[in-house]
């Protein structure tokens, strides 16, 4: 008998992957096409849907192809996404309208100061947990109702859809136009600003106040069973699994234990803490979120802190100033100075995530004289993604009863050893990255085996998570918090800008 797989599709922020794995979790075939990203404006950023989907029609047969084998090997499939991005598409035609807006996007932010001052951030928090924020999908619907003429209507008449990008795609797996699936899972729809944390369904107060009609939006599932079949690309293949891609994270690192955290380190940076069945209250600028639901069993939550710039700042570094030319090089320029030359970099390209929630505030270097050189500026890039996961641990431990022992990590930037050392001599804990790193995609594939009964249960899984590498702090103390203090005077300086100098 043919060996079987479970396939994941991992649709993130820069580009579409196709992962097979087989049964003790190991990656057995790989395919990924990036997909272009989009700026119109400043602050804006979006994506085209309709290249996504072909991107994906492409790298499922590629990666089969590369396993050697056929689609009737593939036992389930699991979707894993890039959370918040926005999508709106015709019932009738599949036909999207307009480039998605992406979870970076910050054209909402004059919006959300509206709605912090009426009525008010605990409105929000009371029912999903969330504050007004740029980084929400609702808030991106009613910008698109009140700018693009017909649409409000359209959505009134039943013509709109509404998705995230495993909503586009399972609707398009699934027969499209001609009856495909309109669903979500609860991780997804916990990050609208329109589900009800407590009840895991579309809250009637959060949909009335943003105006947006109950037709638009995609049935409510969770993370882990059935779906549907595929009738596209991999025709009678069961579709078992979507989460958004933290939660798949969290998922991949088999973080199912209260206390237990990871961190991604990707194009933002994402740290999620598992409180179990508790629904933890962040007094401290994190964000309540769903870690995931299996089946019909309760939902699991997590504290999250959401981290907007990191591997972007890098991506800045090589293509705006042109400093290197491929990523992983900024680690051996780092690595020319002994340390940061007394320069900080704050990467508010998009604001300011967890914890200060700053939608007004603006990227800054601090510290720069005659002595700071190119190197110097690189080790700044990555210092900057240490400190402010610092910031979030910090807001964790003081959420939590129990202190962050030890963070798991995964993502790109973890293949940089100097980057890692650094996170772990500012936690001041134990940073440790496992065998397999492309843990979003496994995340998914644990979730759609474990509908589809390809694996038993959790604790299989947890049998799979072997650890690659670890590093052990090492800062002086004193050090590290002189430092810190100085991060935390550049963050004040990017929260004191006041807007672009007036032409003469």
């Not at 035609?93 to 992406?102: C, D, H, K, N, S």
């Not at 069993?297 to 570094?317: C, D, H, K, M, R």
């Not at 959790?458 to 052990?472: C, G």
């Amino acid at each position: 008998m043919a060996e079987r797989y479970v396939m994941s599709i991992d649709q993130g922020t820069n580009s579409t992957r196709c992962i097979l794995f087989d049964l003790r979790g190991r990656l057995v075939s790989v395919a990924q096409k990036e997909h272009k990203q989009h700026f119109p404006r400043p602050g804006w950023v979006e994506h085209d849907a309709v290249e996504i989907w072909q991107n994906l029609r492409r790298v499922v047969p590629e990666a089969l192809s590369d396993a050697g084998v056929d689609h009737g090997q593939v036992a389930a499939v699991g979707l894993a996404n890039q959370r918040e991005t926005t999508v709106l598409w015709d019932r009738r035609t599949g036909a999207p309208l307009g480039r998605a807006i992406v979870w970076q996007d910050t054209r909402t932010a004059p919006l959300v100061e509206e709605l912090r001052e009426r009525p008010g951030e605990e409105f929000f928090l009371e029912r999903c947990a969330l504050p007004p924020s740029t980084y929400f999908s609702a808030l991106r619907i009613r910008w698109l109702f009140d700018h693009v003429k017909g649409i409000e209507q359209r959505a009134k008449d039943g013509e709109v859809l509404f998705g995230t990008m495993e909503s586009w795609l399972i609707w398009n797996l699934t027969g499209g136009a001609d009856g495909g699936l309109h669903i979500t899972d609860a991780t997804n729809a916990s990050r609208t600003m329109l589900m009800n944390i407590r009840t895991l369904t579309w809250d009637e107060e959060l949909l009335a106040f943003f105006g947006v009609p109950r037709s638009m939006l995609p049935e409510i599932r969770s993370s882990a069973e059935t779906y549907g079949d595929a009738r596209a690309l991999l025709p009678g293949v069961s579709i078992t699994a979507a989460l958004g891609d933290q939660q798949a994270a969290l998922f991949g690192q088999t973080c199912f234990s209260p206390g237990e955290a990871k961190c991604t380190y990707g194009t933002g940076s994402f740290l999620l803490l598992n409180t179990g069945l508790d629904l933890v209250r962040s007094r401290h600028g994190l964000l309540t979120t769903v870690a995931y639901q299996i089946g019909d069993q309760a939902p699991v939550y997590a504290l999250e802190g959401s981290i907007a710039v990191t591997g972007a700042l890098v991506q800045w570094f090589r293509d705006r100033l042109g400093l290197i030319s491929s990523a992983p090089e900024i680690e051996t320029l780092a690595r020319t100075v002994e340390d940061n030359g007394g320069c900080y970099i704050v990467p508010a390209f998009s604001g300011l995530f967890a914890p200060r929630w700053r939608s007004d505030a603006r990227g800054v270097i601090v510290g720069l004289t005659s002595y700071i050189t190119k190197g110097h500026l690189a080790r700044a890039v990555l210092e900057a993604t240490g400190w402010q996961t610092r910031e979030v641990v910090d807001a964790m431990n003081a959420d939590s009863s129990v202190p962050l022992q030890q963070l798991k990590v995964d993502g790109g930037m973890t293949a940089d050893n100097l980057l890692m050392q650094f996170v772990a001599d500012v936690l001041d804990v134990p940073v440790v990255r496992p065998m397999v790193a492309e843990t979003v995609s496994l995340g998914a594939a644990y979730a759609a085996g474990l509908a589809a009964g390809y694996w038993p249960g959790l604790e299989v899984l947890r049998r799979n998570w072997h650890r690659a590498a670890q590093w052990m702090p090492a800062m002086d103390p004193a050090r590290r918090e002189a430092e810190y203090e100085n991060w935390q005077r550049a963050v004040e300086r990017s929260l004191g800008w006041v807007g672009p100098p007036r032409a003469p």
